[in-house]
Nanobody
Framework: QVQLVESGGGSVQAGGSLRVSCAAS??????????MGWFCQAPGKERSFVAAESRSGATLYSDSVKGRFTVSRDNNKNTVYLQMNSLKPEDTAIYYC?????????????????WGQGTQVTVSS
């Protein structure tokens, strides 16, 4: 089993930045052996893909965040990060971290095996 715990969410004004973190535990070198992804879910909407990084370092971003968000990991700390810049009110959502037992970077939520509880990000105009 793998446990994922997100942190770092909060409230920020449009144009600001936030960094959310995802600490992985339960297996050694969790973040270095899994594809790690970020998803978000806004009120009344389905959960959608934001970004992901494979264990080889390949990254994938949704079109809506490309150029604004950056996914990275610190394998020594078993932690994955999502740096969010130039935030917009439409980025307001609960952000979830997920881990997939796959070599390649994937965007479909059904391909992820483990999920965190989420952290709220609120962007005001």
């Amino acid at each position: 089993q793998v446990q994922l715990v997100e942190s770092g969410g909060g409230s920020v004004q449009a144009g600001g930045s936030l960094r959310v973190s995802c600490a992985a535990s339960g297996r050694t070198s969790t973040s270095s052996t899994y594809t790690m992804g970020w998803f978000c879910q806004a009120p009344g909407k389905e959960r959608s893909f934001v970004a992901a990084e494979s264990r080889s370092g390949a990254t994938l971003y949704s079109d809506s965040v490309k150029g604004r968000f950056t996914v990275s990991r610190d394998n020594n700390k078993n932690t994955v990060y999502l740096q969010m810049n130039s935030l917009k009110p439409e980025d307001t959502a609960i952000y979830y971290c997920a881990a997939a037992s796959r070599f390649t970077v994937v965007s479909m939520s059904t391909m992820y095996d483990y999920w965190g509880q989420g952290t709220q990000v609120t962007v005001s105009s």
